[in-house]
C-alpha cells in the first residue's frame, strides 16, 4: 500500500493544543506558506501520484471540510482508482453527509475524549456534540468510520472511557495516536507529553478496553522500539515510522512535498518536481 497525505486546506476550525500542522508553529523556521492551490492542480497532482503507484489517498489539512472543493477532488481520484480517506474533526460531517459517504471509503473522526476533555483540548467549546452529530449522522450510510485518539497527558485519565464511547457509537475501529511534538504542539510539549510509564499505560488501557467493549484498536504513531519489547501488543503499527520508507508522503496545500505529515521540512513542490529525478532516494521504491 502506498498512502499520501493529501493537505487539502491549512485553515481549521478548531485550535487542538497538541496540532502539529507545521504551519501552526509560532516558534522557529517559519513554515513556506503558499495560496492553496485550485482544484484543476489537485487533479493533476492526483494524475501524478497515480503515475507513481500510489494507491490510497488520506485527505487532511488544516481541515479538509474547508477546502470548498474537496467533493469534486475527492470524486477525481475515485474515477482514477484510488481509495480515499476523510481524516475530519467532524464539525462539518452533519451537513455533508451524503457527499462523504459518495466520495470517501474511510472517514477518520477525532475524538480525543469524552465531552469536557475533548473541547478543551480542541479549544472549541461545543465541538464533542458536533463531532458525535457527524457520526450520527453516517450511521446508516456505507462508510467505514473510525475515531481517532491523541493520547497526551491531559486524556490519558480519561482514554478509557473514550474508547467505551467510541464503541458505543459503532465506530468500526479506533485510532490511538500518542501525541508527537510538533506545529503548535511545541508549545505545548510540558504539558501533553507522554513519559515512559504514561505510555505504557496507553497501552495497556487499549489493550484492555479494547477487549472489554469489543472495539478492533490500532495505535498508528510510532512506538518506540525499547518499549514494544516490554511486551507483545498486536495492535501496533508494524512498520514503525514511515517517513522515508517509500510507502508515505504528506503533500501540503499548495503542493510542497514533505517525507511525512508531522514533517516541517518541505522538500520540493509536486507539481514543479518530480522526486524520482529531484531525490538520490526515491520517496517511492
Ligand atoms: C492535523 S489533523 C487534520 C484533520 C482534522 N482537522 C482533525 O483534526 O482531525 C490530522 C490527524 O492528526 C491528528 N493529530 C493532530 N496533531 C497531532 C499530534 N501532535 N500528534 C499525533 N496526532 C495528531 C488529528 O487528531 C487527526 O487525526
Not at 478496553?209 to 518499549?227: K, M, Q, Y
Request: hydrophobic fraction near 40%.
Amino acid at each position: 500500500m502506498k498512502v499520501v497525505i493529501l493537505e487539502v486546506a491549512y485553515s481549521c476550525n478548531v485550535r487542538c493544543k497538541f496540532c502539529y500542522n507545521p504551519w501552526g508553529a509560532s516558534k522557529g523556521k517559519r513554515y513556506p506558506q503558499a495560496k492553496v492551490l485550485p482544484k484543476r492542480d489537485f487533479f493533476h497532482i492526483i494524475d501524478k501520484l497515480k503515475q507513481w503507484g500510489v494507491d490510497t489517498l488520506a485527505f487532511s489539512g488544516g481541515e479538509p471540510l474547508l477546502n470548498p472543493d474537496i467533493f469534486e477532488i475527492a470524486a477525481y481520484s475515485k474515477e482514477q482508482g484510488f481509495k480515499n480517506s476523510l481524516l475530519t474533526n467532524g464539525l462539518l460531517v452533519e451537513s455533508h453527509a451524503k457527499e462523504i459517504a459518495e466520495n470517501f471509503d474511510v472517514v477518520q473522526i477525532s475524538l480525543h475524549g469524552t465531552e469536557k476533555t475533548h473541547d478543551r483540548l480542541t479549544g472549541s467549546r461545543g465541538s464533542f456534540q458536533k463531532a458525535l452529530m457527524g457520526r450520527m449522522a453516517l450511521i446508516d450510510r456505507d462508510v467505514g468510520v473510525s475515531a481517532v485518539i491523541v493520547v497526551n497527558k491531559l486524556n490519558l485519565f480519561d482514554l478509557r472511557d473514550t474508547i467505551a464511547l467510541a464503541a458505543a457509537v459503532d465506530m468500526s475501529s479506533v485510532l490511538v495516536n500518542r501525541f508527537l511534538p510538533g506545529g503548535k504542539g511545541i508549545e505545548n510539549v510540558k504539558s501533553l507529553g507522554l513519559k515512559e510509564n504514561e505510555l505504557v499505560e496507553m497501552l495497556n488501557v487499549v489493550e484492555k478496553a479494547s477487549e472489554d467493549f469489543g472495539i478492533p484498536p490500532l495505535v498508528g504513531t510510532p512506538t518506540p522500539l525499547c518499549l514494544e519489547g516490554l511486551r507483545s501488543y498486536n495492535f501496533l503499527l508494524k512498520e514503525g515510522c514511515m517517513a522515508g520508507k517509500g510507502l508515505h508522503c504528506a503533500i501540503d496545500p499548495s503542493g510542497g512535498m514533505r517525507v511525512c505529515n508531522h514533517s516541517p521540512q518541505v522538500l520540493g513542490n509536486c507539481l514543479t518536481s518530480d522526486p524520482e529525478e529531484s531525490a538520490p532516494d526515491p520517496l517511492f521504491v
